[in-house]
């Protein structure tokens, strides 16, 4: 049996779940079920000790690209099989929210709100794509999608990963030394990585020194790649123009926190691409096929990698 967990529209993946799986038997939370009889769990921020109820689960579909929050739970033992959603309809909309921050800072919109301000009719420069150097963190399913995107649409595009990677018309860099060699580079930053124990502060005080003055930086990824303090300090300085802001390291973004008045902090409450329930039901549904029929699985999360 397939048990589902999800408080956001779970009638609606019930029921897509039911139709795109007619001879599986699908249940949802809070339904009672023989918990021995389920196998199978499709499931995003279930409470705390929710899969241990289940002794013979072998499989967790992630309803959700991240699994960061799945990896620091205790209720998963080692040997369930971990799947998470590989693009599934998210990575088209990353592409829509790092153009807009991308459109933000060429099309130079954070000026002209503040010439707004105050009446000041004062056309700034012109900057054509090929002139915004775009740096992207995170080449995966979502990144890799993206600096494509960017790269077609003629913006120079440069990415980052953890292992050597290659796509057309983005300059790839990969470890500590392209880190160090992207960001010198970068005008916009766009961060979508995965939260892992090496991914935790990528960008403190140091790292978000090399980043040219000017530059802008988009955090679509989570809250903990970047140290919020020295993020912060930097937009204080007017060292950075701005931050378009998806994800933080408390969420929802706490009351006080100062982000919320910042000037130069535009934030979003983490809406960067949301999971689409058709793709999801019909990737969860080709791994249950293909794990029936022992074919190769995708999207299964290497614990040790983190991600
Ligand atoms: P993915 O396919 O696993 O790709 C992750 C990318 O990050 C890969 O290119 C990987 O390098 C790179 N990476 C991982 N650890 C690294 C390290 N230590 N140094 C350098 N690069 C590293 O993941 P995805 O599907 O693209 O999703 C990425 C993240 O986006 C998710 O984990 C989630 O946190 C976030 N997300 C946010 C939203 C939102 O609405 N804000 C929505 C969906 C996802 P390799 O290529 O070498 O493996
Ligand atoms: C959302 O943040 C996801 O990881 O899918």
């Known amino acids: 049996m397939l048990y589902l967990y999800t408080l956001d529209q779970p009638e609606r993946y019930l029921h897509l779940l039911r139709q795109t799986l007619p ?3 699908v249940a949802c939370w809070p339904q009672e079920v023989d918990a021995a009889a389920v196998t199978h769990a499709a499931a995003w921020a279930p409470p705390a000790g929710f899969f241990a109820r289940f002794p013979n689960l072998h499989t967790v579909f992630v309803m959700g690209a991240g699994v960061d929050k799945l990896l620091q739970r205790t209720d998963v033992p080692d040997n369930v099989t971990l799947i998470r959603l590989t693009d599934a309809g998210m990575a088209q909309q990353m592409t829509e929210y790092c153009l807009y921050g991308v459109l933000h800072y060429q099309r130079q919109m954070d000026r002209y709100a503040r010439q707004q301000q105050e009446r000041l009719w004062n056309p700034l420069d012109t900057r054509l794509a090929r002139d915004v150097r775009v740096g992207i963190l995170g080449l995966g399913e979502l990144g890799g999608k993206v600096a494509l995107d960017l790269a ?10 953890r292992r050597p990677r290659q796509l057309e018309g983005v300059r790839c860099l990969h470890g500590e030394a392209g880190l160090r060699e992207l960001l010198p580079q970068t005008d916009v930053l766009f961060c979508v990585l995965p939260s892992t124990p090496e991914t935790r502060h990528v960008l403190d005080a140091e790292t978000l020194a090399l980043l040219p003055a000017d530059a802008a930086l988009i955090n679509a990824g989570r809250g903990s790649l970047i140290d919020e303090a020295a993020l912060l300090a930097r937009l204080d300085a007017g ?16 009351p006080t926190h100062p982000f919320w008045n910042h000037p130069r902090v535009i934030i979003t409450p983490h809406v960067a ?8 039901v019909q990737q969860i549904a080709a791994n249950l096929h ?3 029929a022992g074919l190769p ?6 614990r040790d990698c983190g991600y």
């Open 297 to 302: 699985l995708n999207g299964v999360v290497d």
């Open 273 to 280: 691409a949301d999971t689409v329930p058709e793709d999801a």
């Open 290 to 292: 293909a794990q029936a």
């Open 239 to 254: 060292a950075l123009r701005f931050a378009l802001l998806d994800v933080f390291a408390e969420e929802p973004l706490p």
């Open 23 to 25: 001879d599986e038997a």
């Open 152 to 161: 077609r649409l003629g913006y120079r595009v440069a990415g980052w990963s």
